[in-house]
């Protein structure tokens, strides 16, 4: 198994005022040319957005856009006429497809917003553009894998236009998690996004990555509550 660890600590960061975010691949402003994505998977920003701040609207093409909400609420409007606010439990997904304009901002006129915005590159280019946003009970992700985002939307998870695997885990201090890859050739990359997990011979904290390759199968072992992120792409 080859291994890529990630410290929360050496992520880009970004103050925009508004906007406080970490980036864990090149993006914007912030280059590192050993840092340009992991696989078709090209960003990964955890951004926390002021009280009633966000992005304006903007364009994107021929990208899959995953939007997790951790804490606070989403306004999302974009070019195909959704106007939707999304709260933690819920994830959002956007096919950028042949074009795509929308934006972003911090429902809330008193508490700030922190989301994971999370970028791979597609399968197919110049699809429709689509949108989805789905509710999944976070109770069904307790010491087990919930599957989010797959590129066939089997067991209630949403579509995504690549071969690419999203999953979210709570699983409490002591507990394991097994992962058996969907195809041989992919690699999975494990965001912590609370607590401290074991993997690959690895001490993970909070916002702490991993990227692992040439394994078919791992078992991680969480040495506090944790909640993971984890996404299975090509390389």
Do not use: C
Request: zero cysteines.
């Amino acid at each position: 198994m080859n291994t890529i660890i990630h410290k929360a600590e050496q992520r880009g960061q970004a103050e925009h005022g508004w906007l406080h975010a970490r980036h864990s691949f090149s993006f914007a402003e912030y280059y590192n040319a050993e840092r340009m994505g992991f696989g078709k998977l090209r960003v990964i920003n955890d951004d926390i957005i002021d009280p009633g701040a966000g992005f304006d609207t903007h364009g994107h093409d021929n990208m899959e856009i995953v939007t997790v909400p951790l804490s606070g609420t989403l306004q999302h409007q974009d070019s195909m006429g959704h106007t939707q606010v999304i709260q933690p439990g819920e994830v959002q997904h956007m096919s950028a497809g042949s074009g795509i304009r929308h934006s972003e901002y911090n429902h809330s006129q008193s508490e700030p917003l922190n989301l994971l915005q999370i970028w791979v590159l597609p399968k197919e280019r110049d699809i429709t553009p689509s949108y989805t946003q789905k509710e999944f009970d976070t109770s069904e992700r307790q010491n087990q894998w919930q599957l989010l985002v797959s590129p066939g939307a089997e067991d209630g998870a949403i579509g995504i236009n690549q071969e690419a695997w999203f999953l979210r885990g709570d699983f409490a201090a002591g507990q394991q998690g097994h992962y058996r890859l969907h195809q041989p050739e992919h690699g999975v990359y494990l965001f912590v996004i609370d607590g401290a997990v074991d993997v690959a011979d690895t001490a993970l904290s909070r916002r702490d990555a991993v990227g692992l390759t040439g394994f078919t199968e791992f078992e991680l072992t969480a040495q506090q509550d944790s909640q993971l992120l984890l996404i299975e792409v090509p390389m």
